[in-house]
């Protein structure tokens, strides 16, 4: 039920007119990942990947003359994610509505959606270029984007245009749903806003679960070979816990700009920085990388461990070299 009743709007609070305004909780799995690719916008929109001049200053905050530009750039975060989740150019945009003329008869039409005592009605249109799924949406902000089925409907427009059959073929378990119990977002879906493919992991690559690859269950991250490096990245508060219960690869830690989606048990929010280099491994920083990456490899127990007789000295066989 919390998703029948939020569209897509700009805050009015000053010096952060252009952070979009959540009324209740749920949909921030998609609210945080296209923030992020506004800030992204914002931040480096510029030729050379510079801050506008000033923006960096105050980059949430409207300058004169800018909350007209608010819808269009919007549109554009939109367009971005659908272009990234859909394996051809065909675009399916999805305008969702429900019966009900008041707020009180709405309210009354959801409830009786989220029973199952009554149904939405979906009316798509298929376009062939990212270019017009951003028109649709730009013209729509002033209507039904910004009405009470707005994310919904940009939910299933970004499903179909993925279409549903490649999106349980990215998941470990296709019969996971992509809501929770409070209708909050799974990994899947927020993976889906940030790189296009709806796997369960923020890892790099893919993993067998189990000694055997021949019978073990294949998990799958975030595929660099598939999606590239994001434009924006994903953290994770679990990661620094002692248990760690979650690991995140470096494909995400160090995307294209340094803007973040932070999920944490509860919300998901962003982080961002108005300098490009924060996004980049120094050089020491990528060779310990690559260090820790062929340890864990051969590591017998989370990376705690690694068989003596793992990775092959450098340079071929034979004995290592003794000083």
Known sequence: ERWLNVGFEFATTARAEWGLRQRRGGPCGIFAPVQAFIVKSLLFAEADGAAPPGRGDDPMACSEGEEDLRAAVLANALASVMFHATPSSSYVVCEVSMAGSSEEERSACASAVATGAAALTVVSRRVSRASEVQHIFEEAFSSWLGGPLGVLSFLCSVLLSRTLPAVHEDMDDPSMPLLGRFGHCSQELVNLMLVGEATSN??????????????????????????????VGFLSGFEAEAIRKLEVGLLYKYPEYPVWVLGSATHYL??????????????????????????????????????????????????PRRR
């Open 202 to 231: 923020v890892f790099d690559g893919t993993r067998f679960l189990g000694d055997d690859p021949s019978s073990g269950l294949l998990l799958k991250g975030v595929i660099g070979e598939k999606v590239g490096v994001p434009l």
């Open 270 to 319: 962003i982080v961002f920085s108005t300098r490009r280099e924060d996004a980049r491994l120094s050089h020491e920083a990528q060779v310990e990388q690559r260090a820790k990456q062929v340890f864990n490899e051969h590591s017998i127990d989370e990376g705690g461990l690694a068989m003596a007789g793992g990775p092959p000295p450098r340079g071929g066989g034979g004995e």
